[in-house]
């Protein structure tokens, strides 16, 4: 027989017997759900073991709990009631330690009454917050932080807002994370 003679038929594959085609049954779909699940399960679980012994796990909580306490230190150190001083003074010094603290104290009876003659009250708001360096092994940060600052002097209905840019030092304490120094950020001209 030459190709010209053979037949259209013949140039086909046989078919396979019915038993080697592979049947999803129940069983063979639960077996490879399960096989997925442990391998999803041995991946993940692997990326959590890694991520415990991260070191940026614990930068990242000292960063957030270092922007939280300074972002309350500049409300604290910017809010007063002329007509409740020694809480407010008493504030400033709770948020502040070392050079800062030393600072308050010393001149505490001055700022009861200057704030008394000027008879304003202030209130604080944070508009924005950065921490900018962090040192954890010395326990120091520099966070700078926005605030809009309402004044209002007694008798006047129309409070006055300024805004103000700060640079806090903050240290960490027994206590937590407190100012050390603030300085207000200058704008370039």
């Known amino acids: 027989m030459t190709v010209l003679d053979k037949t259209p038929t013949e140039d086909r594959p046989a078919a396979e017997p019915a038993g080697r085609r592979l049947a999803v049954t129940p069983v063979t779909a639960l077996a490879a ?12 679980g692997g990326r959590w073991v890694l991520a415990l012994n991260d070191d940026g796990l614990e930068l990242a909580a000292q960063r957030e709990a270092v922007l939280v306490d300074a972002r309350q230190a500049a409300i604290n150190l910017n809010t007063l009631d002329y007509r409740d001083v020694a809480a407010g003074l008493d504030l400033w010094e709770q948020t502040s330690t070392g050079l800062l603290l030393d600072e308050f104290r010393a001149n505490r009876a001055e700022y009861e009454q200057v704030i008394a003659q000027a008879r304003h009250v202030t209130v604080a708001t944070v508009k924005d917050a950065a921490v900018a360096e962090l040192d954890v092994r010395s326990g120091v940060a ?22 103000q840019r700060l640079e806090l030092e903050m240290t960490r304490t027994d206590q937590g994370w407190k100012a050390s120094r603030v300085m207000p950020v200058r704008t370039p001209s």
């Open 33 to 44: 759900l399960v096989a997925l699940a442990a391998v999803a399960a041995l991946f993940f």
């Open 142 to 163: 520099r966070v700078l932080v926005a605030i809009d600052v309402e004044v209002r002097p007694e008798g006047q209905d129309q409070p006055m807002i300024t805004r």
